[in-house]
Structure formats: C-alpha cells, structure tokens
C-alpha cells in the first residue's frame, strides 16, 4: 500500500560507526532531496569495538569517494588481508581464512578439486599456498597494486571512523541534534513513528527514522516492539570484555582469532595500539575469570580499564517495520569472529538507498529489504556456527556443547555437500564464496572424500606441473612485496604513531 507522504525528513536516532555511516551516505548521495538528522548524546558512549573489516567496505568507500590513504591515516588503520584462527579444530592448531581466490578454477569444477587429488598423490602443499593474501599474510608483507583486485580490508579504529565520516555528513549538510532520547511519538492510526522527544523537551519530527540505538533498539524494539529471533542456542556466547593495549611489535596484516576455554579471544593491531577482547559465554565462564584470561593473555601495557558488553546474538524479524529501519546492533548482533559488523551496517544503508522510499513507503520494497536482510544475515550465521561446530575439541564442556549441538538445515546441506564431492556453491545474496567456505571446513579438518572427476582428464605430471607453476607464481608475486609495517610508514602513517 502506497503511503501518501513523501519522504523528505530523515532522522537518524544514533550515532557511532552505524549512524554516521547512515549520515554520510543520506547526506552525501541523496542529500539533495533530503533533510537528514541525526540525534546523538554526548553521556552514552558507543560500543566502539568493531575494529576489523571485510574487503566489502571498498564498495561503502567508492560511493563516498574516500581515499584510502586519508582514510587510513585519519583512523590509525592497518591492512588486514585474513584471520588468523589459532585452537579452533583441536586446540594446538593454527589456520588462516584469508580474502583473494584459490588457485585457478575451470568450468566444471574448482581449483578445490585439484588440490584434494594433489594432496591424495602427495604433489600439494597447504592450500594458502596457492592464493597470495593467504602467503601475503603469513610473511606479514604487502602492498596495492593497481593492476590487481582489491582484496585486502582494514584493521580501524572505530571512534575516529565514526569522527571521520561526520565530517563527510556535516559538508552535505547533515544536522547534528545533542539529547538523550526520552520517548518515541507513534501516530494513533497508522502506529508509524512521527517524532523523538529529547530530554531536553526538544522534538524532532521526522518522516523516515533509521534506528542506530545500538543493543537498546529504542525505535525498533522499545517503540515498535518488532520482535526478535534468538540465535543463542547456536551461537551461545553472549558477552564480550575488551581493552586496548600499547604495540610490542610491528602490525602483522591479519586479526588473530585464539580459541580459548569458553570463547575466543581477538587482537587486532592499528598502528598506534593493539585492540584486544575475549568473547565469552557467561554460562561457562564468569565475568572475573573472563577478564583474569584476558588480562593473562595480552601484550604491552594496558592503556584502558577491561569493558565488559553483554548482547544477545540474533537478529530482528523484521529490520524495516512501519517507517523505521534497523541500521547496525539496532537490528541484531552477530558475534565479530568473521568481522561482518560494519559490512552488514553498509549493507543495510545502501540497501535503503537503492529501494529509498522517496514518494512515500511501499510495502513491496519493505518486504523485499526484510527478505534480502534475512537471506544474508541467515547465511553469515552459518558461517558463524560452522567455526563452533566444526571442532574435535572436547576439553570443556563449552567445546562439547558446541560440538554436539545441532545446527541449522541449510549448514548441514553445505557441510555434507562438501565432504562428499568438494563442491561448495554460492548463491546470489551470499557474503561468504567458496573460497571462505572451502579454507574454514578444511581448517577445521573437513576434507572432502570425492573430487570431481574432470581432475582426471589430466596426467599425474600435468596436475604436478599444474599446481607448482600456480604456487610459483602466487610466491613470485608476494616476494615481490614490501614488508606490511613499512609499506604503511610510506603510505598512510598516522600523526598519532
């Protein structure tokens, strides 16, 4: 049904990285048309502890016209071309999911099944050796070519990403409201949201309002009760203590990922400090032994007193409802072991941009943003649990439970699909390719059992020969690569180092 009011006034209740990701790109690219808000309090402080990114942010970027090395330089940012996941298959193991492409593929099969017959004739070395982020990261070297893809993200820190981007907002006219919110304004017939009233008695009237409260879900949840979809018998960890540290040595182009008793612990290096935190299950571990662990398993000085978040993995069942859309941990949370925050912030931002409602809310486009919201939040998910799941560790109940949980149909599908014939198909709406997918499961010890048969069309010497000359060049390329500290000295140094 067609709603009778243009959409002119946009109110966004929020500000952190979500809410002026919003503000930026309103204000920026469609700003023209419309008046953009944004309401934000000085007394609340913002998670602020997103500080790894995915290579989808590059996209977010070319919209705005950021250029990287400003970009870098204003956030004290580092390249960050994987993870590094340490004690996840069985405690005393050590694997890398890196961004780029495996090997060469050809049109029936993937590079995938070349290697499982390569390593079954004992002629493949470890697959990261035939993707260069993969040996880029390990070697701790890199740099931006212009003739190559960009497959590298970012290592930030998430306040001065926050402070740049409201700049961007601010010279294309974004406002700037300071107050608390005090109560949402619904209208009596329609139950759409007409205002915000402040603390200070101040009332912001607006015709679309994106929700960027963070966990509270003032609009979405506290005001329009939308609802939401547990994903805590999955993904069962629900707490979070985090503190940043001094540097004690040169930044590695990677985030490290340390499978711990209950959890996992990250650290994350910028080039001024080192992010460091310990996810945790609150059933399995208490919040003083999370943050003895933590505190135990750290480098260099601490520079800030340990913060504990408690959240709740899941997501909203509806993410745009009435006129209010959910934009960032407003419409739900899905732990940061794949660093899929801000990707989803952006996603739900250009999302809104490509169906804006400018002549008035259509109940299609709503349908159809919840829908794709759904299809991709469902699949990141999986991917999430597959990590748990995956695992032959049984050393503490945590591990256990994990490991003997049951786990949604579609990850079943994959992981099964996979195992009998190494075939990992992507659909369209899907963040994860195959290249995730394949260099976690076999992480994690799940090696396929078949490789499709058109491997066998060549010789043993040809399949040698096929996949040498693939890891020559990949070693070719990265050699000829600077050290990753000392490409940043020359390329986005900030003033804080």
Same mark, same amino acid.
């Given at each position: 049904?067609?709603?009778?009011?243009?959409v002119?006034?946009?109110?966004?209740?929020?500000?952190?990285?979500?809410?002026w990701?919003?503000a930026?790109?309103?204000?920026?690219?469609?700003g023209?048309?419309?008046?953009?808000?944004?309401?934000?309090?000085?007394q609340?402080?913002?998670?602020?502890?997103?500080?790894a990114?995915?290579?989808?942010?590059?996209?977010f970027?070319?919209?705005?016209?950021?250029n990287?090395q400003?970009?870098?330089?204003?956030?004290?940012?580092?390249?960050?071309?994987?993870?590094?996941?340490?004690?996840?298959?069985?405690?005393?193991?050590?694997?890398i999911?890196?961004?780029?492409?495996l090997?060469?593929?050809?049109?029936?099969s993937?590079?995938?099944?070349?290697?499982?017959?390569?390593?079954?004739q004992?002629?493949?070395?470890q697959?990261?050796?035939?993707?260069?982020?993969?040996?880029?990261?390990?070697?701790?070297?890199?740099? @931006?070519l212009?003739?190559?893809?960009?497959?590298h993200?970012?290592?930030?820190?998430?306040?001065?990403?926050?402070?740049?981007?409201q700049?961007?907002?601010?010279?294309?006219?974004c406002?700037? @409201?300071?107050?608390k919110?005090?109560?949402?304004l619904?209208?009596?017939?329609?139950?759409?949201?007409?205002?915000?009233?402040?603390?200070?008695?101040?009332t912001?009237?607006?015709?679309l309002?994106?929700?960027?409260t963070?966990?509270?879900g003032?609009?979405?949840?506290?005001?329009l009760?939308?609802g939401?979809?547990?994903?805590?018998?999955w993904?069962?960890?629900?707490?979070?203590?985090?503190?940043?540290?001094?540097c004690?040595?040169?930044?590695?182009?990677?985030t490290?990922?340390?499978?711990?008793?209950?959890?996992?612990?990250w650290?994350?290096p910028?080039?001024?400090?080192?992010?460091?935190?310990?996810?945790?299950?609150?059933?399995?571990m208490?919040?003083e032994?999370a943050?003895?662990?933590?505190?135990?398993?750290?480098?260099?000085?601490?520079?800030?007193e340990p913060?504990?978040?408690?959240?709740?993995?899941?997501?909203?069942?509806q993410?745009?409802?009435k006129?209010?859309?959910?934009?960032?941990?407003?419409?739900?949370?899905?732990?940061?072991?794949?660093?899929?925050?801000?990707?989803?912030?952006?996603?739900?931002?250009i999302?809104?941009?490509?169906?804006?409602?400018?002549?008035?809310?259509?109940?299609?486009?709503?349908?159809?943003f919840?829908a794709?919201?759904?299809?991709?939040?469902?699949?990141?998910?999986?991917?999430?649990?597959?990590?748990?799941h995956?695992?032959?560790?049984t050393?503490?109940?945590?591990?256990?439970?994990?490991?003997?949980?049951?786990?949604?149909?579609?990850?079943?599908?994959?992981m099964?699909?996979?195992?009998?014939?190494?075939r990992m198909f992507?659909?369209?709406?899907?963040?994860?390719?195959?290249?995730?997918?394949?260099?976690?499961?076999?992480?994690?010890?799940?090696?396929?059992?078949?490789?499709?048969?058109?491997?066998?069309?060549m010789?043993?010497?040809?399949?040698?020969?096929?996949?040498?000359?693939?890891?020559a060049?990949?070693?070719?390329?990265?050699?000829?690569?600077p050290?990753h500290?000392?490409?940043?000295?020359?390329?986005?140094?900030s003033?804080?180092?």
């Amino acid at each position: 049904m067609q709603q009778d009011n243009k959409v002119k006034r946009v109110v966004i209740a929020g500000g952190g990285t979500a809410g002026w990701m919003a503000a930026a790109s309103l204000a920026k690219l469609l700003g023209k048309a419309l008046d953009v808000t944004l309401i934000e309090s000085d007394q609340i402080p913002t998670v602020g502890v997103g500080e790894a990114t995915i290579p989808t942010l590059h996209i977010f970027h070319r919209l705005l016209g950021i250029n990287e090395q400003e970009f870098m330089a204003a956030t004290n940012a580092t390249f960050k071309l994987g993870i590094s996941f340490e004690n996840w298959k069985d405690g005393q193991d050590k694997y890398i999911h890196s961004f780029g492409f495996l090997g060469k593929d050809c049109w029936a099969s993937s590079f995938t099944s070349f290697w499982v017959k390569g390593q079954q004739q004992g002629v493949a070395s470890q697959i990261g050796d035939y993707c260069t982020e993969h040996l880029a990261a390990r070697r701790g070297r890199f740099a @931006v070519l212009p003739s190559r893809d960009l497959n590298h993200a970012y290592h930030l820190d998430a306040g001065l990403y926050a402070k740049f981007l409201q700049k961007i907002a601010f010279d294309h006219g974004c406002k700037r @409201v300071e107050g608390k919110i005090e109560d949402v304004l619904l209208d009596d017939d329609s139950g759409h949201i007409t205002a915000i009233k402040l603390d200070n008695g101040q009332t912001v009237e607006g015709d679309l309002f994106l929700d960027c409260t963070g966990f509270r879900g003032l609009l979405i949840d506290k005001a329009l009760h939308t609802g939401f979809e547990d994903w805590g018998h999955w993904l069962p960890c629900d707490r979070a203590i985090a503190v940043q540290t001094s540097c004690t040595d040169k930044q590695v182009p990677y985030t490290r990922s340390i499978a711990r008793e209950a959890g996992w612990q990250w650290r994350i290096p910028l080039q001024n400090r080192t992010g460091n935190g310990l996810v945790y299950c609150s059933h399995y571990m208490s919040e003083e032994q999370a943050k003895a662990k933590l505190l135990a398993n750290i480098d260099g000085e601490p520079l800030n007193e340990p913060r504990v978040i408690r959240y709740q993995t899941g997501t909203r069942k509806q993410h745009w409802n009435k006129n209010c859309i959910a934009i960032g941990l407003a419409s739900g949370f899905i732990e940061p072991l794949e660093s899929t925050g801000i990707h989803l912030f952006q996603r739900g931002i250009i999302r809104l941009m490509q169906m804006f409602p400018l002549n008035g809310i259509n109940q299609n486009d709503v349908d159809e943003f919840n829908a794709q919201t759904k299809f991709e939040c469902d699949n990141i998910r999986d991917f999430i649990i597959l990590h748990y799941h995956l695992t032959e560790r049984t050393d503490t109940p945590f591990w256990r439970y994990c490991k003997n949980m049951d786990i949604p149909d579609t990850l079943k599908h994959r992981m099964n699909h996979f195992k009998a014939a190494a075939r990992m198909f992507k659909k369209d709406g899907e963040l994860f390719g195959e290249t995730s997918w394949v260099q976690v499961m076999i992480g994690q010890g799940l090696m396929p059992e078949q490789y499709h048969p058109i491997v066998d069309t060549m010789s043993d010497e040809e399949l040698a020969h096929f996949l040498s000359t693939i890891k020559a060049n990949v070693s070719k390329q990265v050699d000829n690569f600077p050290d990753h500290y000392d490409f940043i000295q020359r390329y986005c140094k900030s003033a804080n180092m």
